[in-house]
């Protein structure tokens, strides 16, 4: 018996379905070759937000404030990225520290297991949003296990490579680098985390372990946390990072809400 076909209403029940379960662009409405007016509102809409996501300025007082809440010394330095213009059109400015930076970083104290390094990068906002909880969840496991943690340094137009001259400077033997990444049209603010044994100038993304989209709608931050504590624990078991550790913790990633179940065309399920 040939199947029923699927009536517009049907399709339109199943494609709500499956937009509850994620923030994927997906079953969007048409008005004949084109997407309704709805629909191109609102990735313009996202657009601008992405886009207001990268040119956002970047409260480094307010992070300094939370960071010391939670009990580590700030370190503020500097990118020799004058600007956000300069920042985004040289990107090689942003991986290095300026000369005041570079000296302030000198005078600092040495030698720690780890420490951390928070940049705006590509979005202020997720850094200073999501940075400080992070560090809350990880830190009382990090100090629970004995490690030496530094100072948080709070950089201002920094790349990911920066952490390997901050961690270098200070001694350290592992450092996470904190940073907004790259905005998305459905997330303008997230947050990645880049751990580096024996940071050095010089080191390849390769030698890198990466925990990405670390938000609310994303990885939440209790799970980020315990999936960076058993990277760091790792790393420093095996004195490396980037292709040679990898992620066994074996976590299970968040979903918002229970899988739908979609019945066969035309079944009394989809009716």
């Known amino acids: 018996m040939a199947t029923p ?10 494609w709500a379905r499956l937009r509850a379960v994620t923030p994927a662009r997906i079953g969007l409405q048409r008005a004949g070759a084109a997407t309704t007016t709805r629909e191109t509102l609102a990735f313009q809409a996202a657009h601008a937000r992405a886009r207001d996501a990268v040119e ?8 300094e404030a939370a960071i010391a809440a939670h009990g580590l010394k700030p370190l503020r330095l500097k990118s020799r990225a004058d600007d956000r213009t300069a920042y985004l059109a040289r990107p090689d400015l942003g991986r290095a ?4 930076s570079r000296a302030r970083l000198a005078a600092a104290a040495k030698g720690f297991d780890l420490v951390f390094v928070l ?13 400080p909880p ?3 969840a990880a830190l009382p496991a990090l100090v629970a296990e004995g490690w030496r943690v530094g100072p948080a340094a709070i950089v201002e137009r920094g790349r990911v490579a920066i952490g390997d001259e901050i961690g270098a400077g200070l001694g350290a ?3 996470a680098m904190l940073i907004g990444e790259r905005p998305g049209l459905t997330t ?6 880049y751990l580096t044994w024996a940071p050095r100038l010089g080191r390849s993304d390769a030698e890198r372990n ?3 989209n670390i938000r609310p709608e994303g990885l939440p931050y209790a799970e980020a946390a315990r999936r960076l504590v058993h990277l760091c624990r790792e790393a420093r078991r095996l004195r490396l990072t980037g292709v040679g550790l990898k992620d066994e913790s074996q976590a299970a990633l968040p979903v918002a809400g229970p899988a739908p179940t979609l019945a066969p065309p035309g079944s009394a399920r989809s009716a």
């Open 56 to 63: 956002a300025p970047f409260d480094a007082d307010g992070l």
């Open 134 to 136: 992070l560090i809350e």
């Open 119 to 131: 940049a705006d990068g590509l979005s202020a906002r997720a850094t200073t949003t999501h940075a």
């Open 210 to 212: 990466c925990l990405s």
């Open 5 to 14: 076909p699927v009536v517009a209403s049907e399709l339109d029940r199943l």
């Open 188 to 193: 303008p603010d997230s947050l990645g985390v």
């Open 97 to 100: 520290l300026d000369d005041a």
């Open 173 to 175: 033997a592992l450092v």
